[in-house]
């Protein structure tokens, strides 16, 4: 029996997680971890009894502490617990499903622990992958990404490893914006945003998707995880979703992942890997697919796309500013606070603002992280 510890278990990869392990029935959960949602998590404790639960607020963890005093389960908080899970001898991979650049130094902990990773968290190597590549080679544990693309781009390198990649075409739904034009996005409403047309995803990453930084942090994320150069990746509209990503041979070959849009496949298959395991849930139908088409990512209009290879190009803590600044835009989105089409305007504030250093580590990425709170906090 196969144990994992998860971070993030009340978000929706960490739902879908649990869903799994529910259906499989011989994976242990041996932690749990989430922010505030000590309602659920009592709930996921209560059902899948694991040694340790954390939840980020003192408080929230206190108030647990007291429902679940008749289970065997230990209740911490803050970075304190996340670090405590990240390194529990009992587990063998971490599924890190937070959001934002809390995941980096559990990341990191785990793998200097030996863990393998389940990698949800994008931020995690959009800001640090130059640190937690390099570490993971060197304590050999592997990486294994749960979003759908990078899993994609995972799939489609089984039996290719000898062989030189030309290039990556990171697939993009488009969003619930596609083919809109940035007049077009001048009124957009909250509720609009949070209308994507294939995934079922948390409030952020839906926001994210709909002005495309989504796809940025994902082209970064691939760079790091596949060791390509920045020219090596190119972003594909395909508004069907069915192809997930593909791989371009030096030779000219193209492999590519189909599926249904359903997140559980690639969680399931970073759990288990290699091995494939029945999966219930709709399957791909190629009689009822009417076509598959394919275009080309609007730069002009959603620019935080195109913000994302600028930050890639300049390097070194940029990166960070810019997913750094996209967290508190996003945030102010959703409160209704700033404009959407001002979310990539402050992005690229922040990374012009921001005080460049070459080689960060990890206090110098979380020091980059509050400049640009402060900076937008100073302004908006």
């Known amino acids: 029996m196969k144990k994992l510890a998860l971070l993030g278990s009340t978000g929706s990869i960490g739902t879908q997680t649990l869903e799994i392990v529910r259906e499989q029935k011989d994976l242990q959960v041996t932690a749990l971890a989430a922010g505030n949602n000590s309602v659920l998590l009592e709930k996921q404790i209560r059902e899948f009894r694991p040694r340790l639960a954390v939840l980020w607020d003192e408080k929230a963890a206190q108030d647990l502490r007291t429902r679940v005093k008749d289970v065997n389960v230990t209740v911490l908080s803050g970075m304190e617990g996340l670090l405590e899970i990240a390194v529990m001898p009992e587990s063998e991979i971490l599924v890190t499903a937070i959001v934002g650049m809390l995941g980096i ?8 622990a030996g863990k393998n ?8 190597l959009v800001t640090a992958g130059h640190i937690i590549m390099p570490l ?17 781009i995972f799939q489609s390198l089984n039996g290719e490893r000898k062989n030189a990649i030309h290039k990556i075409l990171l697939t993009a739904s488009g969003g619930p914006f ?38 940025g942090l994902e082209v970064m994320e691939a760079k790091w995880l596949f060791n390509v ?39 399931q298959y970073a759990l288990y890997y290699p091995e494939r395991r029945s999966l219930s849930g709709k399957r791909l139908n190629f009689y009822e697919l009417a076509s598959l088409t394919f275009e080309e990512p609007d ?18 803590n940029i ?25 990539p305007e402050l992005i690229e504030a922040c990374m012009d603002h921001c005080t460049f250093a070459e080689n960060p ?20």
């Not at 990773?117 to 995690?124: D, G, R, S």
């Not at 809109?180 to 952020?204: F, Y």
């Not at 730069?299 to 070194?316: I, N, P, S, V, Y």
């Not at 580590?361 to 908006?380: C, F, H, M, N, P």
């Open 361 to 380: 580590d990890v206090e110098k990425i979380l020091e980059t992280e509050a400049e640009v709170y402060a900076y937008i906090e100073s302004r908006w």
């Open 229 to 267: 150069d920045l020219l090596q990746i190119q972003v594909v509209v395909h508004p069907q979703s069915v192809i997930h990503s593909m791989v371009e041979y030096d030779d000219g070959a193209i492999m590519a992942q189909l599926g249904t849009p359903d997140m559980r496949l690639p969680i």
């Open 299 to 316: 730069l002009d209009t959603f620019q935080g796309l195109k913000l994302a290879f600028t930050a890639m190009e300049r390097g070194g």
């Open 178 to 215: 596609r083919g809109k034009k940035r007049a077009d996005l001048q009124e957009i409403q909250v509720e609009q945003a949070l209308q994507h047309p294939n995934w079922s995803m948390g409030k952020k990453i839906t926001i994210d998707s709909a002005t495309m930084v989504n796809k």
């Open 319 to 343: 990166p960070t500013a810019y997913n750094a600044a996209n967290e508190k835009a996003v945030a102010l989105f959703l409160e209704k606070k700033i404009a959407f089409l001002q979310i």
């Open 117 to 124: 990773i389940a990698l949800a968290n994008k931020e995690t």
């Open 105 to 112: 130094r559990p990341t990191i902990a785990a793998i200097e």
């Open 136 to 152: 993971a080679r060197k304590k050999n544990i592997s990486i294994l990404p749960v979003d759908s693309e990078h899993s994609a």
